[in-house]
């Protein structure tokens, strides 16, 4: 089983900054792809930003600029974002690619973070 949790949402206030970090524990045997996606209620959960055990980066267009992904050796990864605006808020969801042995691999959700940005 694997584990994510999130932390670091909070309200801010628009064109403030603010940083979330996603943290995998548990059968991990290889990490691939990790990131964060976001809903808002109503709608489709959406892809904010993702990166690759490789390292490639995308994010949606909607952050180019303003969110940073990263992540570390200890499993985990992390958003910063700056410049803030009331439509990034939502609940952000941490999303990671798992292989739990060298051929069984799932993806996993965290349980979310809300992050809420006041005009």
């Known amino acids: 089983q694997v584990q994510l949790v999130e932390s670091g949402g909070a309200l801010v206030q628009a064109g403030g900054s603010l940083r979330v970090s996603c943290a995998a524990s548990?059968?991990?045997?290889?990490?691939?792809?990790m990131g964060w996606y976001r809903q808002t209620p109503g709608k489709q959960r959406e892809l904010v930003a993702l990166?690759?055990?490789?390292?490639?980066i995308n994010y949606a267009d909607s952050v180019k600029g303003r969110f940073t992904i990263s992540r570390d050796n200890a499993n985990a990864v992390y958003l910063q974002m700056n410049n803030l605006k009331a439509e990034d808020t939502a609940v952000y969801y941490c999303?990671?690619?798992?292989?739990?042995?060298?051929?069984?691999?799932?993806?996993?959700w965290g349980q979310g973070t809300q992050v809420t940005v006041s005009s």
């Open positions: 548990g059968s991990i045997f290889r990490l691939d792809a």
């Open positions: 990166i690759t055990s490789g390292g490639s």
């Open positions: 999303y990671a690619e798992v292989h739990t042995t060298w051929y069984e691999r799932a993806d996993y």
